[in-house]
């Protein structure tokens, strides 16, 4: 079992920046591994939303919604994701999720708690 405990969600202006964090309890992007972490987000009422993903390799996938706003990346030996958000805009109000996947033998995923990113017009 894998936790993903989040930090950095905040209130902001729109216009303004956020850095989220978030940590996993062992090491996910190892060397060889087809494994992968990245960052969702959900607003009420909506389904669940990829944001940016990277992989061990360093290898991103963004939403077309926060491309050239955002910058995902990571600390593997600190076993971190990052997600670093420019130019926010109230549209990106959402609790935001980090998420970490592996891939072996199965398939195993998992969330963290959540943390909430409101922009304010």
């Known amino acids: 079992q894998v936790q993903l405990v989040e930090s950095g969600g905040g209130l902001v202006q729109a216009g303004g920046s956020l850095r989220l964090s978030c940590e996993a309890s062992?090491?996910?992007?190892?060397?060889?591994?087809?494994?992968?972490m990245g960052w969702y987000r959900q607003t009420p009422g909506a389904q669940r939303e990829l944001v940016a993903t990277?992989?061990?390799?360093?290898?991103?996938d963004y939403a077309d919604f926060v491309k050239d706003r955002f910058t995902i990346f990571r600390d593997t030996a600190k076993n971190t994701v990052s997600l670093r958000m420019n130019d926010l805009i109230p549209e990106d109000t959402a609790v935001y999720y980090c998420?970490?996947?592996?891939?072996?033998?199965?398939?195993?995923?998992?969330w963290g708690q959540g943390t909430q990113v409101t922009v304010s017009s």
């Open positions: 990277i992989d061990r390799l360093g290898n991103t």
């Open positions: 062992k090491s996910i992007l190892r060397v060889f591994s087809r494994n992968k």
């Open positions: 998420y970490a996947i592996e891939v072996d033998d199965k398939v195993s995923e998992y």
